[in-house]
């Protein structure tokens, strides 16, 4: 280690690339459950935590389930920060400083689009899909550029990280771990939102890109289901 420099996840030669492309990862991590602490206790707090169950239930399982599931997925992170893959050339082969700093970069824009996103939900946030008793549908802000834009920073996180990092270990879960929680949250959300808020988040959806814009998604023929039924109705429509 050159002195100075920490690689938080290890390496076979800490340069000045490595150590500021890990502790980006790290901060964006750090952000991520500092945030997301933070709003959970301002939630208790003031009350803000009154579930529907029964609509819960409907789409994916009741809320304790969901969050035990979660913690399951976040729990594989431990062991893989904590072997240093990075020390070892096979999961780090290379580092390539402007790569890394680019990475570095985009790790700071999506530490900033998750405060947002918690910002701009305010009372309506919540860790895994579920209905409150008093849910409002947020369309201002970023949630005017994506109907998910959490996740959406999440998965432009996963590229921060392989840049920043160049370890596919570190990368290569974390892609897997975004991979699984899009897959399979973004349906239960919107079948909860599509129940609660009926034609008026279809036409949002007519709006607004799942994770991005309109014209983005469609391009990379990136759609949900209710993006189809939105779709299919506004053809019914022009004819």
């Given at each position: 280690?050159?002195?100075?420099?920490?690689?938080?996840?290890?390496?076979?030669?800490?340069?000045?690339s490595?150590?500021?492309?890990?502790?980006?990862?790290?901060?964006?991590f750090?952000?991520?459950?500092?945030?997301?602490?933070?709003?959970?206790?301002?939630?208790?707090?003031?009350?803000?935590?009154?579930?529907?169950?029964?609509?819960?239930?409907?789409?994916?399982?009741?809320?304790?389930?969901?969050?035990?599931?979660?913690?399951?997925?976040?729990?594989?992170?431990?062991?893989?920060?904590?072997?240093?893959?990075?020390?070892?050339?096979?999961?780090?082969?290379?580092?390539?400083?402007?790569?890394?700093?680019?990475?570095?970069?985009?790790?700071?824009?999506?530490?900033i689009?998750?405060?947002?996103?918690?910002?701009?939900?305010?009372?309506?946030?919540?860790?895994?899909?579920?209905?409150?008793?008093?849910?409002?549908?947020?369309?201002?802000?970023?949630f005017?550029?994506?109907?998910?834009?959490?996740?959406?920073?999440?998965?432009?996180?996963?590229?921060?990280?392989?840049?920043?990092?160049?370890?596919w270990?570190?990368?290569?879960?974390?892609?897997?771990l975004?991979?699984?929680?899009?897959?399979?949250?973004?349906?239960?959300?919107?079948?909860?939102?599509?129940?609660?808020?009926?034609?008026?988040?279809?036409?949002?959806?007519?709006?607004?890109?799942?994770?991005?814009?309109?014209?983005?998604?469609?391009?990379?023929?990136?759609?949900?289901?209710?993006?189809?039924?939105?779709?299919?109705?506004?053809?019914?429509?022009?004819?």
């Amino acid at each position: 280690m050159r002195l100075g420099l920490w690689c938080p996840f290890g390496s076979w030669e800490c340069s000045l690339s490595d150590s500021a492309g890990q502790v980006s990862v790290l901060f964006f991590f750090s952000i991520v459950v500092a945030v997301t602490t933070i709003h959970t206790l301002i939630q208790v707090i003031t009350g803000t935590v009154y579930w529907d169950d029964k609509k819960t239930e409907r789409h994916g399982g009741g809320s304790w389930y969901k969050k035990a599931r979660l913690g399951v997925l976040l729990s594989g992170f431990f062991p893989i920060l904590w072997i240093k893959s990075s020390h070892i050339g096979l999961f780090h082969p290379v580092q390539y400083p402007p790569l890394q700093f680019a990475g570095l970069v985009l790790n700071a824009a999506c530490s900033i689009a998750f405060t947002v996103v918690h910002l701009d939900m305010g009372k309506n946030w919540s860790p895994v899909p579920e209905a409150k008793k008093d849910h409002g549908l947020v369309t201002h802000g970023i949630f005017g550029v994506a109907r998910h834009p959490m996740y959406a920073t999440f998965a432009i996180a996963a590229i921060g990280i392989w840049m920043s990092t160049l370890d596919w270990t570190i990368s290569g879960y974390y892609t897997v771990l975004v991979a699984y929680i899009v897959i399979h949250r973004i349906p239960h959300e919107e079948a909860i939102l599509h129940e609660t808020f009926g034609d008026t988040y279809i036409e949002y959806c007519k709006q607004v890109g799942v994770m991005g814009p309109r014209w983005l998604m469609d391009t990379l023929g990136l759609r949900t289901e209710l993006d189809y039924k939105a779709s299919t109705l506004e053809k019914k429509k022009m004819k």
